[in-house]
């Protein structure tokens, strides 16, 4: 009962459309939209489209990164200093992996033996 109701509202509605579209004097009728091929595949651009799109987003990216220079100017810096004396740390050689491996490997057990000891 409740889907015939929304079905008749339906057809009143799609009439009421049809009609507007007429007094417009456009618009496609179900009968000429059914009939006409649905397109397929990707759509395509033309070289001047792709030029014009090209240029536009050239511009939009230019300004972007205009406006986060300005923000980066307008921001204190946060780079961290290191105290003098301090090292830095970077990208360590093997050897000194494995120097850094041993020493730990030293300090665990050490730590592990003092707390059997307990």
Known sequence: MAVEALENRRAVIDAEIEMVQ????????????AAMPS????RTRTPAERKRH?????RVWAARKA??????????SRAKKTAPGKR???PQSAEAKAAISRR???????R???EAKK
């Open 67 to 76: 406006e986060a220079g300005k923000a980066e100017a307008a921001k204190p």
């Open 22 to 33: 007429a007094e417009l004097g456009g618009g496609t009728t179900p009968i000429e939209t």
């Open 54 to 58: 090209s240029e536009v987003m050239r």
């Open 39 to 42: 397109p397929k595949g990707r």
């Open 104 to 110: 730990m490997k030293a300090y665990w057990k050490k």
């Open 112 to 114: 592990k033996a003092a």
């Open 88 to 90: 830095k740390y970077g």
